[in-house]
C-alpha cells in the first residue's frame, strides 16, 4: 500500500474536487463493481448528490478516497432491502451511509475508517442516532470492525451479494475516540 505522505479530510468545495470524486465513483461503483454503467466521461454523479453531504481525502490533486451520508428519505438501503430496514429507522434521527471508496493504491489503511469518522461527526452534530448501510459482501468483516451489526439476509443486485447492517452513532464514534482525537493532528 503506497499512501501519499500528505492529505486533508474535507467537504469538497471546489468544481476539480467534485470531478475527481465523481471520477473515484466511477471507477469503483462502475467499472470494478459494476452497480452502474459505465460512462463515456468516466464521471458517476450518485442519484442522492442534491441531499448528500460527502468527506473526501484530497491530497491537493486528486481525491483518493470519498464516502457519503444524507438523512433524507428516500433511503437507498430501504429501496434495497424493503421492510428489514423499518423497524430500524428513527424519525428524523437516522442517516444513510453511502459511497464508500477508495483508490485502490489506498486501501488496507485507515484512511476509510478516518472518512468515516469524519462525516459521522457531522451526522452527530446533526442530531442523527441511528445509521443505515448497504454492504457489498467483501466488506461485511470490516463494517462490523467499525461497529454496524447485520440485521436481515442479503439480496444480490447486479451480481453484488449486499447485506443490510445498521449501526448506532453514538456507539461507533465512541468506539473509535483515540483516532478520532489523533485526526485533530495534520496527516
Do not use: C
Amino acid at each position: 500500500m503506497t499512501m501519499p505522505l500528505s492529505y486533508v479530510i474535507k467537504t469538497p468545495e471546489a468544481e476539480a474536487e467534485f470531478r475527481s470524486l465523481w471520477r473515484l465513483n466511477h471507477e469503483v461503483f462502475a467499472e470494478e463493481y459494476p452497480q452502474h454503467p459505465t460512462a463515456p466521461n468516466s464521471l458517476l454523479i450518485d442519484k442522492f448528490h442534491g441531499k448528500n453531504i460527502y468527506r473526501i481525502a484530497w491530497d491537493g490533486h486528486h481525491v483518493l478516497g470519498m464516502l457519503s451520508a444524507h438523512w433524507q428519505a428516500p433511503f437507498s438501503a430501504v429501496q434495497k432491502f424493503g421492510a428489514v430496514m423499518e423497524p430500524y429507522i428513527i424519525p428524523q434521527k437516522t442517516a444513510e451511509i453511502r459511497l464508500l471508496a477508495l483508490r485502490r493504491e489506498n486501501r488496507g489503511g485507515s484512511l476509510a475508517v478516518r472518512l468515516g469518522i469524519a462525516i459521522m461527526e457531522e451526522l452527530s452534530r446533526q442530531g442523527m442516532e441511528r445509521l443505515l448501510i448497504s454492504a457489498i459482501d467483501a466488506q461485511v468483516a470490516f463494517y462490523k470492525h467499525v461497529g454496524f451489526r447485520l440485521i436481515g439476509a442479503p439480496v444480490i443486485e447486479n451480481g453484488l451479494l449486499f447485506h443490510p447492517m445498521v449501526g448506532d452513532l453514538a456507539d461507533i464514534l465512541s468506539r473509535h475516540e483515540p483516532l478520532r482525537h489523533s485526526m485533530n493532528m495534520d496527516v
